[in-house]
């Protein structure tokens, strides 16, 4: 029985199934047997992943190298300073580290999800006896009853089947339910979806009725699969996590080579290594931006806020930045590009074509023929005939609530009420008119549906029937023409309007009916065999979402790749690719899989070729879950930044995979949705371009506010270097150091996270992503700053002792520099290409508010007795101030002349 695990089953007969599983449809499992395989398989479980422990993932939140800086600095500043100054820069540590790991508490629930979807009840034959019993106490060779509404507990091979419909979105990406067939003789290789003698768990039965065996439990089925992929997909870090890794490592090195070099200074010199050490140890806590790993989080939390307002919420911080690196989205296409609502599009009734506009259940609309409104009650007979058929032969409703329209039933038949409806059809009372008789169901074997009805007034009774074209067709001898009477059927014809339809990735319906006897009471498959009239055609389809052409439009202009990853019929996903401007028409000389991809083609490429493959084609369909996962990671492999969004179960591992995992708020699984960095609250592909843009926005604000803050801790080391070359006092001392870095960043920095995105930011293309977060241009601004910084601060010091203030008010005249130098630059640093006055001097309220606290807590620095006392400050006088704010102006001025040429040259 264990070799059995593990096998496909689709192409099996019934009878071998039975046989290897040593089960009997009628009388099911003993209870010792159930019992003995319980033992030996174990629970219909899937097994949960051992994920890190609440203190490891916290403790994993220091792992940053700047985070490490920090501490270390907070060490060693407690054991040569007041610890007061230590707790300080712990603090900031601390708080850092908690917003982090509340953030990616949730991270890892991906598999408890799955294990959520399987908990349910099934109906099994055990010793002979139907009975209720929880799903996980289910085991290969148990026999289960399968009916409309039923979740499917474990992945079952068919035995019989009556009318049987499972939707299977969840697990293949298919829109419509499946038709299931118990007796279906399918081959080896068919693919997941095409498999209509298997059920699989977590799946839904819509209709019909099922008998059959359990063939896989917990782990072994597709959905334990997928789990198993899930928990193997490798986890990336992000492009802001590995540019802040790189950052940090050049801090590091840059900070300790420095630090090195003025305590070996200081000792050739001559000083006692002991005050050497000390001021070594204060230039490293001078070059560390205390307040930068804070300022980040910040940056991203609020990106985080912006990105809600629209309708994006975003799960794990870093993919607020990764949003605005992504060079490649790839989609689902239902319910993303698609509205996820089946459509008639396209009528053929009376040798005419008719155009159906609108989209979705919403029955607003209207026909057109030849571009012109047309109503079914004054148009041909035919197309009111084509319509009624569509609106009598049908057990679905269409019902509104809270004013949106929603389906009860069938997707199709919903599509074909709206479509009557459009057509000046009123279903309530045409229903009263033409009450139902009786009615054959829909079965995947006869692949159509009849109805019986009488007409009020008339003595003859009306069999109507819609189903597969061929079907209908062959039962056919005539067809109604525009005037309502029957003309000659010409079958040539429409063969060539179903191609041209299904050419447009339409699902065509055909419609006929027949007259009967007064006295016919029931409705037999022998009355509708033979003699029936040809109404016409209905083509449907999911439409795309009207503003998803627009944002795809958008995306491809700011160099963002867009593909789409289905797993419905290559067919359809061509035809929504070309009418969304995805993809363009195949030229009849390219190969197929030029334009369209499947996941049976795609099966047999190697690595090298699907790299090659995801590059050049822009369409995938029929893809697995493991295709899927294949083709992120050949994305990834040619160094893009992948965005994989997805709905279902087997979306899971992609979306895990891809460096920003995009789930569905509202038709997406549990499962998508915690395997996923983001969640759209309405399953909107624009939502995405929205997302992009706020990305893109909140990584320009976190780059301003490193250009903003690194001068002033380049520009503090160099004056403590200098100064300890020079073998003179320090013109700041440690304490002020800590002020700066803090205060200023706390107060000044963050305004600067609250800046509106840039005009034309859509319109650049993708950062590299092996870029780094400063470019050689900013670096360099970054350097001059910093020099300016030195040259003015240690300037103006020395000026104020020259002229006989106290090294107190010298020092204190070096702070309000350095801070005012700063004020200033902050402006600069708006826009790091453009003049402030380009992007608007009062854009940024806030930028105001923080300029004011500031200045004001400087005031306070300088001025109040208990500030003096502490930071070991003096008042200085208004000429001080003078020197200092022209001291700043300059500076200002310097960046502005260095954007200007910058942007002459370019």
Avoid at 38 to 65: A, D, E
Avoid at 198 to 227: C, H, K, N
Avoid at 459 to 479: N, S, W
Avoid at 536 to 563: F, H, N, T, W, Y
């Amino acid at each position: 029985m264990q070799t059995l695990l593990g096998k496909h089953w689709h192409h099996l007969s019934t009878t071998e199934v039975l046989q290897l599983f040593e089960s009997d449809p009628q009388i099911g499992l003993d209870t010792f047997e159930v019992r003995h395989r319980q033992q030996r398989f174990g629970p219909n479980v899937l097994t949960p992943k051992r994920g890190k422990s609440p203190l490891m993932r916290f403790l994993l939140q220091f792992k940053n190298p700047l985070i490490l800086i920090l501490v270390a600095s907070s060490v060693i500043t407690a054991l040569i300073k007041d610890p007061v100054d230590a707790v300080i820069i712990f603090a900031v540590v601390l708080i850092n580290a908690v917003v982090g790991y509340v953030q990616e508490a949730r991270a890892e629930k991906a598999i408890e999800a799955l294990a959520q979807a399987m908990t349910t009840e099934a109906t099994v034959v055990r010793a002979g006896q139907a009975q209720r019993v929880s799903a996980a106490e289910l085991v290969p060779g148990d026999i289960v009853v399968l009916q409309a509404g039923d979740k499917v507990p474990a992945d079952t091979r068919l035995l019989r089947s009556r009318e049987l419909q499972v939707a299977e979105a969840a697990l293949t990406g298919e829109s419509v339910p499946i038709q299931k067939q118990a007796d279906a003789q399918l081959p080896v290789e068919a693919l997941l979806a095409e498999r209509s003698t298997m059920v699989y768990a977590s799946t839904l039965v819509t209709y019909g009725q099922g008998t059959g065996i359990v063939t896989a439990i917990g782990d072994g089925t597709e959905v334990g699969r997928i789990s198993q992929l899930i928990a193997e997909a490798q986890e990336l870090e992000t492009p802001l996590t590995r540019k802040i890794a790189q950052f940090s490592r050049l801090v590091l090195y840059a900070v300790l080579a420095l630090a090195a070099v003025t305590f070996a200074a200081g000792v050739l010199r001559g000083n006692p290594a002991v005050e050497t050490f000390t001021a070594a140890v204060a230039l490293t806590v001078a070059m560390i931006p205390e307040g930068l790993p804070a300022a980040l989080t910040v940056t991203l939390a609020i990106g985080v806020s912006r990105m809600a307002q629209r309708r994006a919420i975003i799960r794990k911080l870093p993919a607020v930045e990764t949003l605005g690196s992504i060079t490649v989205i790839c989609s689902d296409k239902t319910g993303t590009l698609t509205q996820n609502q089946m459509t008639v599009q396209q009528i053929v009734a009376g040798g005419l074509r008719y155009t159906v506009t609108g989209g979705g259940y919403d029955p607003a609309g209207q026909i057109l023929r030849e571009g012109k409104p047309v109503d079914a009650s004054g148009e041909p007979a035919a197309l009111r005939e084509c319509l009624l058929t569509g609106l009598l032969c049908n057990d679905s409703t269409l019902v509104e609530e809270d004013g949106l329209w929603k389906a009860q039933g069938d997707p199709t038949e919903v599509a074909l009420i709206v479509a009557a409806r459009k057509g000046g059809l009123v279903p309530a009372a045409l229903e009263k008119q033409f009450p139902r008789l009786d009615g054959i169901p829909f079965d995947s074997q006869h692949q159509y549906m009849a109805t019986l009805h009488n007409r009020e007034g008339v003595p003859e009774r009306l069999a109507y029937v819609k189903g597969a074209v061929e079907v209908i067709l062959e039962r056919c001898t005539a067809a109604l023409g525009a005037d309502g009477r029957p003309v000659p059927l010409d079958q040539a014809q429409i063969h060539h309007e179903v191609e041209s339809m299904a050419l447009q990735g339409l699902r065509v319906l055909a419609f006929a009916r027949r007259s009967m006897p007064p006295e016919t009471t029931s409705l037999r498959h022998d009355d509708v065999a033979s003699d029936l009239i040809f109404i016409g055609l209905q083509g449907m389809i999911d439409p795309p979402r009207q503003e998803v052409i627009s944002a795809i439009s958008v995306c491809q202009e700011a160099g963002i790749e867009v593909k789409m990853i289905t797993g419905d019929h290559a067919l359809t996903a061509s035809a929504i690719a070309m009418q969304i401007g995805l993809a363009k028409p195949c030229p009849d000389a390219s190969p197929p899989q030029d334009c369209v991809l499947t996941g049976r083609a795609m099966a047999d490429y190697s690595d090298a070729q699907l790299i090659e493959a995801a590059e050049r084609v822009a369409v995938f369909a029929r893809v697995s879950p493991e295709q899927k996962l294949r083709l992120v990671e050949a994305l990834q492999a040619r160094g893009d930044v992948v965005a994989m969004t997805g709905d279902g179960v087997n979306d899971g591992p992609a979306l895990k995979q891809a460096d920003i995992g995009i789930a569905m708020g509202v038709a997406g699984t549990e499962v998508a949705k915690e395997a996923a960095d983001m969640v759209l609250t309405d399953d909107n592909f624009a939502t995405i371009e929205a997302a992009v843009e706020e990305g893109r926005g909140v990584f320009d604000n976190l780059t301003k506010i490193i250009v903003w803050v690194l001068p002033t801790n380049v520009g503090e080391g160099l004056i403590l270097l200098l100064a300890i070359l020079l073998g003179i006092a320090l013109p700041i001392l440690p304490v002020h150091i800590l002020w700066i870095n803090t205060v200023t960043t706390s107060v000044l920095g963050l305004v600067l996270a609250l800046e509106q995105r840039e005009p034309g930011i859509m319109q650049r293309p993708p950062r590299a992503p092996n870029a780094p977060i400063l470019t050689r241009e900013l670096t360099w601004r970054v350097l001059l700053v910093g020099v300016f910084i030195l040259a003015g601060a240690f300037g103006l010091y020395e000026i104020d002792l020259l002229l006989g203030s106290s090294s107190a008010q010298a020092r204190t005249v070096a702070v309000n520099a350095i801070v005012m130098i700063e004020v200033l630059y902050l402006f600069n640093c708006r826009s790091l290409t453009q003049s402030m006055f380009r992007v608007g001097v009062f854009s940024n309220h806030w930028m105001v508010a923080g300029v004011v606290a500031m200045v004001l807590l400087q005031l306070l620095f300088t001025y109040a007795p208990f500030m003096n006392d502490l930071f070991l400050t003096a008042p200085t006088s208004l000429v001080d101030w003078a020197r200092v704010l022209g001291v700043s102006l300059l500076g200002y001025l310097i960046v502005e002349l260095e954007k200007w040429g910058r942007r002459r040259k370019a």
